[in-house]
């Protein structure tokens, strides 16, 4: 099983909502604002490891 990122899974779920917006929810809104966190998270993290070794983010 591949891993899926969190950019991944952001965006799946806007792919997912924009092809039906009459189905989105506030639940919706508050999985797409903590994706969109940790998306940005990881992406730091990522920035912040290829740095430490010596590659550019």
Do not use: C, H, Y
């Not at 891993?3 to 506030?26: F, Q, Y």
């Amino acid at each position: 099983m591949q891993d899926t990122t969190t950019r991944e899974l952001l965006a799946d779920v806007l792919e997912r909502l924009s092809s039906n917006p009459a189905e989105w929810s506030t639940r919706d809104t508050e999985t797409l604002s903590r994706l969109r966190a940790a998306a940005e998270w990881e992406e730091s993290i990522e920035k912040i490891a290829a740095f430490g070794s010596g590659g550019q983010a």
